[in-house]
């Protein structure tokens, strides 16, 4: 497919564990972005990537969190020690820089923290 | 910190009223857009704005950008249940240098046959 796509789409995980989060952007789109959405709420920015590099980590909540796209393309995003606030919809984004900003967003991959 | 609010936040209507959503903010942004998101996908855009007292119209939805770039609206008209799922306006750029969109907190739009 031609779109973003996110694996898996729901996960389930116990407190404490670990756990990676991936994003295939659209082929060709150098900035990759990846968001927060709590049940209710609208998303919240966590990470921007230009390439391969973290261009913007403002938006992640703790040193718990941390993401990387080691050839430019896919991106993980992978979270330490889960709490049961982590239980959100992630999503991911990418876009071609530089053309009016339109990010393409995946479908997410929903976290459960038991 | 740039926050964008929206309302109302819950919308239940019958199929042929029409309604208006808000996105009201304290801060400029250089680009304002309008995402639809359906349960389980991710948000989808349908327009962006750009210009102060800029309107956009896409078939029955009129979007307009307020003259500061502060502020915008969705106007729906003659509703239909097709059009139900979430609606979130997001602002680029302003004060913020980097490349990420600022959501506002959504409209959860159901419309009745």
């Known amino acids: 497919g031609a779109g973003v796509s996110q694996t898996p789409s729901n996960k389930v995980t116990e407190k404490g564990k670990y756990v990676e989060l991936r994003c295939d952007p659209i082929s060709g789109h150098t900035a990759l972005y990846w968001y927060r959405q709590s049940l209710g709420q609208g998303p919240e920015f966590l990470i921007y990537?230009?390439?391969?590099?973290?261009?913007?980590d403002s938006g992640l909540p703790n040193d718990r969190f941390f993401a990387v796209r080691p050839e430019g393309s896919v991106s993980t995003l992978k979270i330490q020690r889960t709490e049961r606030g982590d239980s959100a919809v992630y999503l991911c984004?990418?876009?071609?820089f530089g053309q009016g900003n339109e990010q393409f967003f995946g479908p997410g991959t929903r976290l459960t923290v038991l | 910190t740039q926050l964008l609010e929206q309302s109302p936040q819950f919308l239940s209507i019958q199929e042929g009223e029409n309604l208006t959503v808000y996105c009201n903010s304290s801060s400029v942004f250089s680009s304002l857009q309008w995402y639809r998101q359906e349960p389980g996908e991710g948000p989808v855009l349908l327009v962006t704005v750009v210009t102060g007292g800029e309107v956009k119209k896409l078939k029955r939805l009129t979007f307009q950008f307020g003259d500061a770039r502060k502020d915008s609206s969705l106007h729906i008209t003659a509703a239909q249940p097709g059009d139900t799922g979430l609606y979130l306006c997001?602002?680029?750029?302003?004060?913020?240098?980097?490349?990420?969109?600022?959501f506002g907190g959504g409209t959860r739009l159901m419309v009745k046959p």
């Open positions: 984004a990418s876009s071609r």
């Open positions: 990537f230009q390439g391969t590099g973290a261009a913007d």
């Open positions: 997001a602002g680029a750029g302003g004060d913020n240098a980097g490349n990420m969109l600022t």
